[in-house]
């Protein structure tokens, strides 16, 4: 089986790092997918409005050309621990497919062609999208799931400390979107150097940053 983008995302991320490890942690990260023709025609978004969740499932597209391995080594168990591709949401898969639970916030019709503002986006700007189908809470939630590794990190956080002249020049719902980031650490849990400066893009700004015990501390924002 062949399959073919019916359209693509566009986010505030230009580089993997600083993007969110799952969907849907960061509410607050907007993305809007953008469909080709002829998926663009509203008739493919009859009721959809009745949903507010939804599947994309989508491409890693910037991993194609490397090597595929059976085991990978999550960064949230020190990038040291081997587990299979398989126990893992690793991006470097067999067929390079993400699939992601995001909001529903508006779908948004200009010149007869409609596209969907999500919120919850884990996606690199410009990557393929696949396919898209609703969230249904009484298929799709399963109360007493077990996950794993991942439940034992799902409360990490870092205390985010900043000035207010260093992000006045940032509109408010960008860093918002912004602090949430840098608090759900994007850091490998590896790296451990108070030392360092870590540096990344979002939403049009260089933003520096270092971590001191559990405390991420911005040294520098820059508009590029």
């Not at 983008?5 to 580089?15: D, H, L, N, S, V």
Request: proline share 6%; aromatic share 10%.
């Amino acid at each position: 089986m062949e399959i073919e983008p019916i359209g693509e995302i566009k986010t505030e991320f230009r580089e993997k790092f600083g993007i969110p490890r799952q969907s849907g942690r960061i509410e607050e990260i907007e993305g809007e997918i953008v469909f080709y023709k002829p998926y663009c025609g509203k008739d493919y978004f009859k009721d959809i409005e009745q949903y507010s969740h939804l599947w994309i499932i989508w491409g890693f597209s910037e991993n194609e050309q490397k090597k595929k391995h059976a085991t990978v080594r999550p960064p949230r168990l020190g990038g040291n621990t081997r587990i299979g591709v398989f126990a893992s949401r690793s991006p470097f898969r067999p067929n390079n497919l993400g699939l992601s639970c995001v909001r529903l916030k508006e779908v948004r019709e200009k010149g007869g062609k409609c596209s969907l503002i999500i919120g919850g986006a884990d996606m690199l700007n410009g990557s393929p999208v696949y396919d898209i189908k609703p969230y249904i809470t009484y298929t799709d939630c399963v109360p007493d799931a077990e996950s794993g590794f991942a439940e034992k990190n799902k409360s990490h956080a870092l205390k985010v400390e900043f000035s207010n002249l260093q992000t006045e020049r940032i509109p408010e719902k960008t860093r918002n979107a912004l602090i949430k980031i840098l608090a759900d650490d994007p850091r490998p849990a590896y790296q451990e150097d108070e030392n360092r400066i870590y540096g990344f893009e979002f939403a049009g700004y260089e933003i520096k940053f270092r971590v001191i015990g559990g405390v991420l501390k911005i040294t520098e924002i820059t508009e590029i």
